[in-house]
């Protein structure tokens, strides 16, 4: 049983540019979360969809955004990025109300 | 912005000694739960505590929760070199919504 995926697992983008991470979920998950963590830091909470809608958000700018498909798995989308982007970005995956399965993340480095 | 602390920043325990770990935190919440992390990689989920129990184990794992003064530890105990990484708390006020502390980073010595 395959557990959250996340792609792709490291990437380097430069300011200014977008970037779209993606993310399939636990089998039989249907909502999906996402974080952002920087170094020695814990994880921030961006936002979270359940039916393909976003449920909550966090105290995030609108150049994140994000997408849930009809097969659950879902995408994060961050526009203009800043150096501060730079961080781990991590997709948790449940059924609503249950615990959560995180992916191993996206460690996206912004220059 | 970050619910928990967790105290200490950094633990240094001797292979087969017990480690505790504690998380204070600001709201009233539905559960508190407790990752592990290693190497800035994936969280994997240790134990769920919710807000009417006091006490859970897990296998080598302990937690306790005090709602009244907003504070759970973890204790590992006979801890092993492969515990090494760094311990977070997660309170859940609003469903869905995790809200991690600092974490604690925990190292055993061979």
């Not at chain 1, 449920?55 to 501060?84: C, I, K, M, T, W």
Request: a positive charge; glycine letters at 8%.
């Amino acid at each position: 049983d395959a557990g959250v995926t996340q792609s792709p697992t490291h990437l380097i983008k430069t300011r200014g540019q977008q970037v779209t991470l993606r993310c399939s979920p636990k089998s039989g998950h249907d909502t999906v979360s996402w974080y952002q963590q920087a170094l020695g830091q814990g994880p921030q909470f961006i936002f979270q969809y359940y039916e393909e809608e976003e449920r909550q958000r966090g105290n995030f700018p609108d150049r994140f955004s994000g997408h849930q498909f009809p097969n659950y798995s879902s995408e994060l989308n961050v526009n203009a990025l800043l150096l501060g982007d730079s961080a781990l970005y991590l997709c948790a995956s449940s059924l609503l109300g249950q615990s959560y399965t995180f992916g191993s993340g996206t460690r996206l480095t912004v220059v | 912005s970050q619910q928990g602390e967790e105290d200490p920043q950094a633990l240094s325990i001797q292979e087969g000694e017990n480690a505790t770990m504690n998380c204070s935190y600001k709201t009233s919440i539905n559960n508190l739960q407790w990752y592990r992390q290693n190497s800035g990689r994936g969280l994997v989920h240790l134990i769920l505590i919710r807000s009417n129990e006091r006490e859970k184990h897990s296998g080598r794992l302990r937690v306790t929760l005090d709602t009244s003064k907003k504070s759970s530890s973890l204790l590992i105990t006979a801890s092993r070199a492969a515990d090494t990484a760094s311990y977070f708390c997660a309170t859940d006020a609003k469903e869905g919504k995790l809200t991690f502390g600092t974490g604690t980073r925990l190292a055993v010595r061979p």
